[in-house]
Nanobody
Framework: QVRLVETGGGLVQPGGSLRLSCAAS????????MGWFRQGPGKDREFVAG????????YYSNSVKGRFTISRDNAKNTMYLQMNNLKPEDTAIYYC????????????????????WGQGTQVTVFS
């Protein structure tokens, strides 16, 4: 069973940047595709970004494309989400998730595609 721990959340002004980390343990990291989701106040959980097992292919929601970058360091069993030009609407709890096996673009945004979830880290963008 994979265990996921997110860190790096915090308070930031609009236009600022944050980098979230997701440390994985308990299974061979490279066996798992990874993703980031978020849940804003009063909203459903939504897909943010996904990465295949190698990190060679990534997927993004339209709302973050061009501002956020997902990456992974398989040697460190860690996934990252670099968030630039943050907006108030990015305020949410951010969750990392893992999926055993491959990740396909057509399914990368589906919550039930992922097997394991972290506890989340809060990101607040305020004026």
């Amino acid at each position: 069973q994979v265990r996921l721990v997110e860190t790096g959340g915090g308070l930031v002004q609009p236009g600022g940047s944050l980098r979230l980390s997701c440390a994985a343990s308990g299974q061979t990291f490279t066996n798992n595709a990874m993703g980031w989701f978020r849940q804003g106040p009063g909203k459903d959980r939504e897909f943010v970004a996904g990465s295949t097992r190698s990190g060679g292919t990534t997927y993004y929601s339209n709302s973050v494309k061009g501002r956020f970058t997902i990456s992974r360091d398989n040697a460190k069993n860690t996934m990252y989400l670099q968030m630039n030009n943050l907006k108030p609407e990015d305020t949410a709890i951010y969750y990392c998730a893992s999926k055993a096996g491959p990740l396909y673009g057509s399914r990368s945004y589906l919550i039930n595609e992922y097997d394991t979830w972290g506890q989340g880290t809060q990101v607040t963008v305020f004026s």
